[in-house]
């Protein structure tokens, strides 16, 4: 089981930087696969960014929305994982996901689906 807890959410303005933690607890985090997802009012969950476990090179693959914008990294020794975010636009407004799993495929590494865990979320509003 494992259980995750995201943070550093809010609002900011257009072209501005903000910084997200996710924090994890209950398993052995080198061996998982940790993925950002958001939502947007109205609209499907998205993917974002992933950053593959250590045994699998801790491999990371963004989104093209975020690329060049966006960046993921992990610590595996405090458990967490974080989304740098510059450049932020409106169209970033969303709550985001942190994510985890196991065994995940490389195919399967953007759909939420394949991800067994989820935190709770944290909004972030990017105002114009």
């Known amino acids: 089981q494992v259980q995750l807890v995201e943070s550093g959410g809010g609002s900011v303005q257009a072209g501005g930087s903000q910084r997200l933690s996710c924090a994890a607890s209950g398993s052995s985090f080198s061996s998982l696969t940790m993925g950002w997802f958001r939502q947007a009012p109205g609209k499907e969950r998205e993917f974002v960014a992933v950053i593959r476990s250590r045994s699998s090179g801790s491999r990371i693959y963004y989104s093209d929305s975020v690329k060049g914008r966006f960046t993921i990294s992990r610590d595996n020794a405090k458990n967490t994982v974080a989304l740098q975010m510059n450049s932020l636009k409106p169209e970033d407004t969303a709550v985001y996901y942190c994510?985890?799993?196991?065994?995940?495929?490389?195919?399967?590494?953007?759909?939420?689906?394949?991800?067994?865990?989820w935190g709770p979320g944290t909004q972030v509003t990017v105002s114009s």
């Open positions: 994510a985890a799993g196991t065994g995940l495929i490389l195919s399967s590494l953007w759909t939420a689906g394949a991800y067994g865990y």
